[in-house]
T-cell receptor
Framework: DSGVTQTPKHLITATGQRVTLRCSPRSGDLSVYWYQQSLDQGLQFLIQYYNGEERAKGNILERFSAQQFPDLHSELNLSSLELGDSALYFC??????????????FGPGTRLTVL | DAKTTQPNSMESNEEEPVHLPCNHSTISGTDYIHWYRQLPSQGPEYVIHGLTSNVNNRMASLAIAEDRKSSTLILHRATLRDAAVYYCILRDNQGGKLIFGQGTELSVKP
């Protein structure tokens, strides 16, 4: 158990819909990362937050947005869903936003299925 | 971000050592070499990282070539629980994100 929690575990929805994925980082971790894992693209970095502020952006679509709240939990919002958005979405957390000992701890993931 | 090259898959026998290679010929002086692994149906987990010197921890050892263009993750005694996809990742000390490649799928035979 990494200490990172993600809800829900599974999500099934239809094209065009909007969903919200939630992540609670490990106690004491200020940085949160979101990754997407699909069969054709592998594990891809989406976005990083540190203490409520966006820190880095990766291959995140404009239909996707995220935020980190004052209690440090984070939400990833996916809208106008397409079949290709079906994937595993992982959240990870770390103490610092960068640096040598910036080990990331991953949650168990949310499996999103878009029908 | 500098790229890494790993074999797609490797096989090992239980209780034998495993050497997982990684090539990173375009590594820069500030890039650290990180290894993560992903067990089936789980999120990735940190294994080990290093800069220039060889590193050991309770999970594995990391051997880094003198020119830093390659490295090897060593599992001293593979167990069935070590069956996973192993990712070799280069990360600048200033960066936080991890850029995953395809990784090496390790299977362990009893």
């Amino acid at each position: 158990d990494s200490g990172v929690t993600q809800t829900p575990k599974h999500l099934i929805t239809a094209t065009g819909q909007r969903v919200t994925l939630r992540c609670s980082p490990r106690s004491g971790d200020l940085s949160v990362y979101w990754y997407q894992q699909s069969l054709d693209q592998g594990l891809q970095f989406l976005i990083q937050y540190y203490n409520g502020e966006e820190r880095a952006k990766g291959n995140i679509l404009e239909r996707f947005s995220a935020q980190q709240f004052p209690d440090l939990h984070s939400e990833l919002n996916l809208s106008s869903l397409e079949l290709g958005d079906s994937a595993l979405y992982f959240c990870a957390s770390s103490v610092a936003p960068r640096g040598t000992y910036n080990e990331q701890f991953f949650g168990p993931g949310t499996r999103l299925t878009v029908l | 971000d500098a790229k890494t090259t790993q074999p797609n898959s490797m096989e090992s026998n239980e209780e034998e050592p495993v050497h997982l290679p990684c090539n990173h010929s375009t590594i820069s002086g500030t890039d650290y070499i990180h290894w993560y692994r992903q067990l089936p149906s789980q999120g990735p987990e940190y294994v080990i990282h290093g800069l220039t010197s060889n590193v050991n921890n309770r999970m594995a050892s990391l051997a880094i070539a003198e020119d830093r263009k390659s490295s090897t993750l060593i599992l001293h005694r593979a167990t069935l629980r070590d069956a996973a996809v192993y990712y070799c990742i280069l990360r600048d000390n200033q960066g936080g994100k991890l850029i995953f490649g395809q990784g090496t799928e390790l299977s362990v035979k009893p």
